[in-house]
């Protein structure tokens, strides 16, 4: 579902890239881990901003995504020269100079982020901001349904089998 509407949300707002970070974790080791899942432009290579991205992993509060998730609203840098962007010199070798991140909520709490990226420096739009926002919730809820999904299998399927457990009915007793 991320990198359909990574792709869709690329599209439809004309940024060249997307990418989806991941809130997960235990405690103290809760961070911003890096998916694969990726849209880029036909065209565009993103390969060295991929390998810089792959090994940048971000607490609450640390790089875009770690500011998206320490907010829980999205996060704009305008010019990637001018804004402090941890991963600047594979992004703007990639072809990339500014960014949003946005978050993807159960609740209040944040559970993936979603950073879109453009080639030129772009002042915040905040119709954009405010549309981004409202699919970034869509996508936060249909998280949560899969999660719902997934607990409800695991409590009809046994744990050690997988296997779907029996029924038991009650009966009345005469």
Same mark, same amino acid.
């Given at each position: 579902?991320?990198?359909?509407? !990574?792709? @869709? ?11 989806? @970070? ?5 405690? &103290?080791? !809760?961070?911003?881990? &890096?998916?694969? #899942?990726? @849209? ?13 991205? *792959? ?11 770690? =500011? ?21 010199? *594979?992004?703007? +070798?990639?072809?990339? +100079?500014?960014?949003?991140?946005? &978050? ?25 901001? +405010?549309? #981004? =926002? ?8 249909? #998280?949560? +349904?899969? =999660? ?7 409590? !009809?399927?046994?744990? !050690? ?5 029996? &029924?038991?009915?009650? =009966?009345?007793?005469?």
């Amino acid at each position: 579902v991320l990198k359909s509407a !990574l792709e @869709y949300m690329c599209q439809f707002t004309g940024w060249s890239a997307g990418h989806a @970070y991941i809130v997960a974790g235990d405690g &103290p080791t !809760l961070r911003m881990w &890096p998916s694969n #899942i990726w @849209y880029g432009a036909p065209g565009l290579d993103l390969s060295e901003f991929q390998t810089a991205t *792959a090994g940048a992993v971000f607490a609450e509060g640390e790089g875009l995504p770690g =500011r998206v998730w320490a907010s829980a609203a999205p996060v704009w840098l305008d010019d990637f020269v001018t804004s402090g962007f941890a991963r600047r010199e *594979a992004a703007l +070798r990639s072809g990339l +100079r500014a960014g949003f991140g946005v &978050p993807l909520l159960i609740g209040p709490d944040v559970v993936a982020a979603l950073e879109f990226f453009g080639p030129n420096p772009m002042p915040e739009d905040p119709a954009l901001t +405010r549309m #981004i =926002r409202q699919a970034g919730t869509q996508l936060g809820r249909v #998280i949560e +349904r899969d =999660r719902a999904n997934d607990r409800m299998h695991d409590a !009809l399927h046994d744990a !050690l089998t997988g296997l779907p457990n029996r &029924p038991h009915f009650l =009966r009345e007793v005469d």
